[in-house]
């Protein structure tokens, strides 16, 4: 990060599929920046996500596995409200 932050800033650009679009342009650059950023963040956010239904279960003293995956898809859906929220709030 530390190599790649001032190059970014520099460019007045605020991500790498950016700034790869506007050095190079064309449409196959940017769904190349988006599949490998969906590719790296998929995993990482099931991981997380699990972890958090988990942990939701058990704060809630949840011991059955029916209950524990209702934790993981309700905190999966409430943290797709908020980002649903948040994106129209932002283009408001």
Do not use: K, N, W
């Not at 530390?2 to 650059?29: C, K, N, S």
């Amino acid at each position: 990060m530390f190599l790649l932050a001032e190059p970014l800033h520099h460019t007045g650009r605020f991500t790498m599929g950016d700034v790869l679009g506007r050095r190079m342009p064309g449409r196959a650059v940017r769904v190349t920046a988006c599949a490998v950023t969906l590719a790296a963040l998929v995993p990482m956010m099931v991981v997380q996500l699990a972890g958090v239904g988990q942990l939701l279960a058990f704060v809630l003293g949840f011991s059955d596995g029916t209950m524990r995956t209702g934790c993981v898809v309700g905190a999966g859906g409430l943290m797709i409200t908020y980002a649903a929220l948040g994106v129209c709030v932002v283009r408001r």
